[in-house]
């Protein structure tokens, strides 16, 4: 075990530096002049000239990236914003939670339903219910992001007023924000984009649940159970459940970083001022630095989710670290 | 049977538990600020006013680095100036009232010295006390060299109080024309200038605290104490800046919302803003109604209506063509003359939908001293005087003009494609230049700038006729680079009589500045005027008490009432 995670770990530092630096290559090559962005309007040439140099735009370009990873490792900075000139670093903290109360939030809430939905499909097989299960996957797989959240947004928060319509409150109350803050505010105002999530996700799960329970249900081991005399239940949870749900913990690991990228729609939708939300408008903006800090984030996030998922994996099913 | 499907039943049932549950939180949490909405309703006083602002968010809030509108109105709640605007609608709330000041200053007989007296007892929102230093470090913030703040420069601030040049140029700690001794402030001005307390409403104004530091990083400074109404509380850049009332301000100007929340989303259209308001979940959006939506809101609501939602006010901005003087084929007059009339100011408008604007080909704005109307090409199309003007012209194989424009604006590349039409009318060629969409002025604004017509306009910092004319047709300040006379146009005999009305005051003034806005739109046409814009917004249906200030060109935030 401890070399599988000696192993892994050296991996994900191997592929962080890797994604940095395709990141880096990506956006600070690309045709524009960041000292010109960083200046604004109205700018002089002796004032495009001293940004060029306290950005160090003015280096060769592998100097740069070596600053650039100097100062993320010695100094934990990503720089500043061209546009505000705000800390990368601090733009990320403000962004981060609210992209991770969309993203987990929603897990939950895909989780919550989908479970249910396709243990009921899959121990009823071509049922009322596992038919109109089928359907709303199929809605769910079909429609993008940004229709089932505006769908909502119209039906349930505008025609029935029954949520906000946007915005995000945070979950931590506080006296600067204006009555918008709380768990109360929160969930009352993450439950479109939560249920947009649901849509999105619940779907796939739906069907790999449905697929694995009816797999494992057909196993040996489960008829032996049976005839052994364990009730339903302990077949159900000792036996089916335990191994039917090992793929979808790999798959969570994985959604949650594409998760990340659901999030640049929901929260365009949403008018929630996330990550996702934050890297469409600093691309639109070519400030780089923000762009490469999410990017680099992201990474780094995906990495470890994965890094996770492996070591649970690798806990939950002795098969994977034996082999390796 | 039953136990077989307990389990899922269970799971399903914490699902759907689960939806319920969050639902019901929100219901509860949405009839608590109807009752709380309810039970304060007859105040003028109270609550959280929430603002949006699609499509943007604030360049800054540093006092000594803002000048974008949309920074201005929020600034406008917080400072303290000398002179200020009253809240107070139309003509009125553009007329200045000494705010920090006793009175309006007392001038030299050679009129190169005011001297202002401030009100005893002003305190900034930290209860510190505003004296007369707090208004130098205004104005050597916005000079100081380690500001950059270019603004200050362009409207010639550093030549018009004796020993300003030499503080911008770092070789003075202090601006010698400059003396703040308690509550008393005296300016020593290089020559009279009849402007410069109009000059002192700008925002750039405000109280500071004399220790407030010097930054060239526009979140530098994100808090800080003010005098005025409100203070900034916090400030996310990019998202959220909070303001709550300064206990310590007592003058005029209402302080209606405890407090004042404006959530920023430039990736957002507008719509959702839109949706929240007619909902009552946002109180007003700083970006005002998405042009697609107007006919229908106006249909829906009324405009101007009493006590109405959908309010359309008129800016002090003009929004016009610029004609590259300097560059063939505008650097001919008739050129320029027979665009005037070739292009049609009304089917642009439209382009924007109903109430976006007034036809204008004057350079001066309604409301301006010195503003006289006059209509020198009218309105439509006439493409009959601009070929006669284009024979006239005797300019042989025009060379196709170069059309700039910013390609992240539907707007502008409807617009473009509208102008090379009509050119193409008058047999005259035309080619689409798209701007880079986040550097847009800075290759038009440096010298031998290859463009012929390029969108732009011009939002008064202070109500005098020169901050239009004199600043943007001033070709003596043309340099290499940075220029507001991005029009290249200098003529000496507009020079001297620029230099002349500015040296007077009163309704000479008024009058010279008239005559030279003609002058400048009969004889020389260094651009194509197009349309004073309004800005059209809705407030939700709490929201009482909306003054709109043509100055800002939004509704005072500090006046609107939400109690």
Known sequence: MAYFLIRRVFWAIFLFFVATLITYIIFFVIPTDPAQIACGTHCTAGLIAHIRKSLHLDLPIYQQYWLFIWNLLRHQSLGYSFQNGASVRWLIGQDAPVTASLVFGGAIFWLTISIPIGILSALKPRSILDRAAMIFVLVGISAPAVWIGLILIYVIGYKLGWTPLGNYCSIVPSSTAGGCSGPAEWAYHLILPWMTFMFLFAALYVRLIRANVMETMSEDYVRTARAKGASASRVLFQHVLRNSMLPVVTILGMDIGLALGGAVFTETVFQMRGLGSQLVSSALADDLPVVVGIVVFACLAVILFNFFVDVAYAWLDPRIRLST | ?563
């Open chain 2, 1 to 563: 049977m039953r136990r077989k499907h307990m389990l899922p039943m269970f799971l399903l049932s914490m699902g759907v538990a689960l939806l319920v549950a969050a639902t019901t939180v929100g219901v509860a949490a949405s009839a608590t600020h109807k009752s709380q909405g309810a039970a304060s309703k007859a105040a003028l006083k109270g609550g959280v006013l929430r603002v949006d602002q699609s499509a943007g968010q604030f360049d800054t809030l540093d006092p000594g680095l803002a000048y974008v509108t949309n920074d201005w109105a929020v600034l406008y709640t917080t400072n303290l100036n000398l002179v200020n605007f009253p809240n107070k609608p139309g003509r009125a709330g553009a007329q200045l009232f000494p705010e920090a000041a006793k009175s309006f200053p007392t001038i030299s007989k050679d009129g190169k010295t005011y001297t202002f007296h401030l009100r005893s007892g002003l305190r900034f929102s930290n209860g510190k006390p505003i004296t007369a230093l707090a208004y130098q470090r205004a104005w050597e913030r916005i000079l100081s060299p380690k500001m950059y703040a270019q603004y200050g420069i362009f409207d010639q601030l550093n030549t018009m109080v004796v020993g300003a040049q030499a503080f911008t140029n770092g070789k003075a700690q202090h601006i010698s024309g400059i003396k703040a001794k308690g509550l008393t402030l005296t300016f020593h001005l290089t020559k009279p200038n009849p402007t410069f307390v109009s000059i002192l409403g700008m925002q750039w104004f405000g109280a500071v605290m004399p220790s407030m530091k010097y930054t060239k990083n526009p979140a530098g400074v994100l808090v800080y104490p003010s005098g005025g109404p409100y203070y900034i509380a916090s400030n996310s850049p990019g998202r959220t800046v909070v303001l709550k009332r300064n206990k310590y301000y007592h003058g005029p100007r209402f302080q209606n919302p405890d407090e004042i929340v404006i959530n920023s989303f430039p990736n957002s259209n507008g719509e959702s803003a839109l949706l929240q308001i007619e909902k009552n979940q946002v109180d007003f959006d700083m970006a005002g109604i998405p042009a697609d939506d107007a006919a229908k809101v106006a249909k829906t609501y009324g405009v101007n209506k009493p006590n109405g939602q959908y309010h359309v006010g008129t800016e002090s901005c003009v929004i016009w063509e610029a004609f590259n003087n300097a560059r063939p084929p505008t650097d001919n007059v008739d050129v320029r003359k027979a665009l005037n009339y070739a292009i049609g100011r009304e089917p642009i408008i439209k382009l924007l939908g109903p109430n976006a604007g007034g036809a204008t080909d004057q350079i001066l704005v309604p409301g301006l001293p010195g503003y006289k109307k006059f209509s020198a090409y009218g309105n439509y199309p006439n493409f009959a005087k601009a070929k006669a003007l284009l024979s006239q012209a005797d300019v042989k194989n025009p060379p196709a003009l170069n059309i700039y424009y910013n390609p992240a604006s539907s707007f502008r590349t409807l617009e473009a494609q509208f102008e090379k039409a009509q050119l193409a009318h008058i047999g005259l060629q035309a080619t689409l230049q798209q701007s880079d969409p986040n550097s847009y002025y800075g290759p038009i604004e440096t010298k031998g700038t290859t463009y012929n017509i390029a969108h732009s306009g011009w939002c008064a910092d202070y109500f005098d006729p020169f901050d239009f004319i004199n600043v943007n047709f001033d070709g003596r300040s043309i340099q290499q680079t940075g220029n507001v006379d991005y029009f290249y146009f200098n003529n000496s005999v507009f020079n001297k009589a620029m230099d002349h009305a500015a040296s007077l005051s009163g309704q000479a003034r008024a009058k010279a500045y008239a005559a030279l806005d003609q002058l400048l739109m009969t004889k020389y046409v260094p651009a194509f005027p197009l349309y004073v814009p309004t800005f059209r917004y809705m407030t939700a249906k709490r929201v009482k008490n909306v003054i709109y200030s043509n100055y800002f060109g939004y509704p005072d935030l500090n006046a609107l009432s939400v109690g």
